[in-house]
């Protein structure tokens, strides 16, 4: 069911948008203050705020409904249909903010129908896939989850054209619709999954369910194509992109986010292959990050990719890194405290949420909150606003196969935790080529890719922040609940005080903050006049 954010590259056979918002009526300008971005972004944060928290419930709520073995089976299927759906998707949803630049409303409604035929062809592909899948494991005696792999097959047929809905609403400028779009979908997702689970059904009723969601929404996806670009007498403009276009444009993409996906995903893949089925569903509830913090700078870097690809099609390289930076400097505010809650707190996180009987996976939950501390950018814009693919693949690449050489012999090493760390280390390699490759695209040494001592700064104050919490960790037993409370009001107030005090935190950013708390922002989103 999850749709993890992932850097996407820019292919080099199409034009990089040139104002955010996309070629719809009242798009965005590249000449848009930093405050209409910065509001832009934040509705877009917003919608994935909302649709991230449904993630987090997802298993809080799973592990308390089902059986380990049932958690086990149940969260496979989706890990493994999210996977192939992503992976299957090739970069082509993402497509509509480069491809409808420009284009009268007529061409805009031709790309777009275009668009969806070519992801619904692709899911024909995948629901192949699955159906060979399914006899295979019938024939060798797969394990539980082998017997429900027919449910995924509509699923995918109607899935991967819905998947360019929100994408389409930000290209058409409707920030705030993507929003709610975002929102809602995770939530209906949330409720067919987990009301047959309630009601203690089958697990192949939850599978149904997403099921007829999707055509759901790809009824919606029609409708909303039919009230973007009305048809005109007579009108009938092909599109001006072509099949092959739309295809060699995805491609890089989607060979970048194949390689993104599996690195994100082959641990809990190999932890399921070398462990049982309850020891996976162990790792599987402490493998993750907090998705309501992280799709922050993901949500930042898509507002603010149309602005750096003009700059950088400029030839204002340093411009491009430098609103960039500043970008990363706000984010560490918000990713940086958080992730020092969570570290300190994980054994109180795992408890609260999943119980005594996932005690195992705190370790797992607290190795993958460190690469909190890293994810402050979305790095792969700012290559692909440079028109950097070949960088961006090289990097999901090299991730990936460090991922397999690492995990591997450390799964057999230290146990489970293994995989997590693999996970780390690889993360710390692509990161480490991206800051490579965007140094060069900018002019700049590697030294400079990176805002290191801005994001250093914050690293110490909120390692200074976590600093009373884990003071009352060790000293004062209380409740999973109440310990947690208690160390995220230290950190935070910590973190909120001695940064006000520092001036690392300004007036503006209390003002931003109070804005999107009373929800001004999100009104404001849209509609903005420069």
Do not use: C
């Not at 990097?395 to 196969?401: C, D, K, R, V």
């Amino acid at each position: 069911m999850s749709r993890d954010p992932t850097a996407a590259g820019e292919g080099g056979t199409a034009p990089a948008p040139a104002a955010a918002g996309g070629g719809g009526p009242g798009a965005g300008r590249p000449s848009e203050p930093a405050i209409v971005l910065a509001h832009k972004a934040g509705a877009v944060v917003m919608g994935r705020i909302a649709a991230a928290a449904a993630e987090v419930v997802l298993p809080i709520l799973m592990v308390h409904l089902l059986d380990k073995v049932s958690v086990a089976v149940l969260a496979y299927l989706l890990l493994l249909y999210g996977t192939v759906a992503t992976i299957a998707a090739t970069g082509l949803p993402e497509s509509v903010l480069y491809f409808l630049v420009g284009l009268t409303a007529d061409e805009r409604r031709s790309t777009v129908r275009r668009i969806g035929l070519v992801l619904a062809g692709i899911g024909a592909l995948a629901a192949v896939g699955f159906l060979a899948y399914w006899v295979v494991g019938r024939w060798t005696g797969g394990g539980a989850a082998i017997g429900y792999l027919p449910w995924l097959i509509p699923y995918v047929l109607a899935d991967l054209p819905v998947r360019l809905m929100p994408h389409l609403l930000v290209a058409e400028n409707r920030h705030r619709w993507s929003a709610w779009w975002s929102a809602g979908d995770s939530a209906a997702q949330l409720v067919a999954v987990l009301v047959p689970a309630a009601l203690g059904l089958p697990l192949w009723v939850p599978l149904a369910a997403l099921t007829g969601l999707s055509f759901g929404k790809l009824a919606l996806l029609v409708a909303a194509v039919r009230r973007f670009y009305p048809r005109a007498p007579r009108s009938r403009a092909p599109a001006p992109v072509s099949a092959g276009a739309l295809l060699r444009y995805a491609l890089p993409l989607g060979l970048s986010e194949i390689a993104s996906i599996l690195n994100q995903r082959f641990d809990r893949f190999l932890v399921m292959g070398v462990f049982s089925e309850e020891q996976f569903a162990e790792y599987f509830v402490g493998a993750w990050q907090i998705p309501v913090i992280t799709i922050i700078p993901f949500a930042v870097g898509n507002v603010l990719m149309p602005r750096l690809a003009e700059l950088y099609r400029e030839r204002r390289g340093g411009d491009a890194l430098a609103l960039w930076h500043r970008s990363i400097e706000k984010v560490s505010l918000i990713i940086l405290p958080f992730a020092a809650v969570f570290l300190v707190g994980a054994e109180e996180t795992i408890g609260l949420l999943f119980g005594a009987d996932y005690a195992a996976a705190a370790p797992v939950f607290r190795i993958y909150t460190l690469v909190m501390l890293g994810r402050v950018a979305a790095y792969g814009n700012v290559l692909a606003a440079a028109g950097r693919t070949r960088a961006v693949l090289i990097a999901t690449t090299a991730g990936l196969l460090a991922n397999v050489l690492l995990s591997v012999p450390l799964v057999y090493l230290v146990g489970f935790t293994g995989a997590a760390w693999g996970t780390v280390l690889a993360f710390v390699i692509i990161v480490a080529w991206y800051l490579r490759e965007a140094g060069a695209a900018s002019g700049v040494p590697f030294s400079r890719s990176f805002p290191w001592v801005a994001w250093a700064r914050v690293l110490l104050l909120a390692a200074a922040a976590a600093a009373p919490a884990l003071a009352f960790k060790l000293l004062v037993p209380v409740p999973p609940g109440v310990g947690l409370a208690v160390e995220a009001v230290l950190v935070l107030g910590t973190f909120a005080a001695l940064g006000s005090a520092l001036g690392l935190i300004r007036r503006a950013d209390w003002a931003y903050i109070r804005d999107w708390l009373t929800f001004r922002g999100l009104r404001g989103a849209e509609g903005r006049k420069t």
